[in-house]
C-alpha cells in the first residue's frame, strides 16, 4: 500500500505525559500536512511541510505541540504536557505541488485520548 | 475557526435516491475540494472543482461551485448503502495550502 500512514493508530495516555505521532507520506509527494478533529467536527489545520521546510502554522499549534519533517520525508508531532482537550484525532496528509490544484491525501489518522 | 457550512447536517434516504450537500463559504477560495470519511477513519479525496469552473463530473458525482454566491454543492446520484459516510467540503485561500473544512454533513443510505 503506497498511502499515507499514521503511527500508533491509537494512543491513551495519562494528563501530563508526552506523546509522539509519525506520518509516512505518499513518497514522491514533497507536501505533509497535520491536522485535528474532534468528534463532530471537520479537521482543522495545525502545520504544514514544504520537503523539510515547516511553512505555516495555526495558532492552535501552541507551544506544547511540536512538528518535524527532518529530513523531508516522514513527520512527527509532539505534544507535550498533554492536557484533557488535546483528546482528539491527529490526521495526516500529504500532496504534490503541480498546477492542477492542492488535493491532499489523507492517512487514517491517530487518536488521542488524554485521561 | 471553520470556512465551509454544510447542509444539512443530516441526510437520511433510501438506497437509489439521488443526495444534495451544499456547502458555503465566507471568503474568496482558489478551489473546492468534497471529501468523504467513514465513521472514525481518514478522509478520501473526491473531487477538486477550480474557482473559475462552475461544474464537475465524476462518476456519480456531480459538483457545482457558484463563487457569486460563495456556494457550492455535491450531488451523489443512485445513492448506495456504501456511500453512507460524512462529507465535507473544504477550501483553500490565498497563498495558503493549507484546507479550511465544514462541519460536514451526515449521510445514512438505507438499504
Known amino acids: 500500500d503506497t498511502g499515507v500512514s499514521q503511527d500508533p493508530r491509537h494512543k491513551i495516555t495519562k494528563r501530563g505525559q508526552n506523546v509522539t505521532f509519525r506520518c509516512d507520506p505518499i513518497?514522491?509527494?514533497?507536501?505533509l500536512y497535520w491536522y485535528r478533529q474532534t468528534l463532530g467536527q471537520g479537521p482543522e489545520f495545525l502545520t504544514y511541510?514544504?520537503?523539510?521546510?515547516?511553512?505555516?502554522k495555526s495558532r492552535l499549534l501552541s507551544d506544547r505541540f511540536s512538528a518535524e519533517r527532518p529530513k523531508g520525508s516522514f513527520s512527527t508531532l509532539e505534544i507535550q504536557r498533554t492536557e484533557q482537550g488535546d483528546s482528539a484525532m491527529y490526521l495526516c496528509?500529504?500532496?504534490?505541488?503541480?498546477?492542477?490544484?492542492?488535493?491532499?491525501?489523507f492517512g487514517p489518522g491517530t487518536r488521542l485520548t488524554v485521561l | 475557526s471553520q470556512q465551509g457550512e454544510e447542509d444539512p447536517q443530516a441526510l437520511s434516504i433510501q438506497e437509489g435516491e439521488n443526495a444534495t450537500m451544499n456547502c458555503s463559504y465566507k471568503?474568496?477560495?482558489?478551489?473546492l475540494q468534497w471529501y468523504r470519511q467513514n465513521s472514525g477513519r481518514g478522509l478520501v479525496h473526491l473531487i477538486l472543482?477550480?474557482?473559475?469552473?462552475r461544474e464537475k463530473h465524476s462518476g456519480r458525482l456531480r459538483v457545482t461551485l457558484d463563487t457569486s454566491k460563495k456556494s457550492s454543492s455535491l450531488l451523489i446520484t443512485a445513492s448506495r448503502a456504501a456511500d453512507t459516510a460524512s462529507y465535507f467540503c473544504?477550501?483553500?485561500?490565498?497563498?495558503?495550502?493549507?484546507?479550511?473544512f465544514g462541519k460536514g454533513t451526515k449521510l445514512t443510505v438505507n438499504p
Open positions: 473544504a477550501g483553500s485561500q490565498g497563498g495558503s495550502e493549507k484546507l479550511v
Open positions: 496528509a500529504s500532496s504534490l505541488i503541480t498546477g492542477g490544484g492542492n488535493e491532499q491525501f
Open positions: 511541510f514544504q520537503n523539510e521546510a515547516q511553512l505555516e
Open positions: 513518497s514522491e509527494h514533497n507536501r
Open positions: 472543482i477550480r474557482s473559475n469552473e
Open positions: 471568503t474568496s477560495i482558489n478551489n
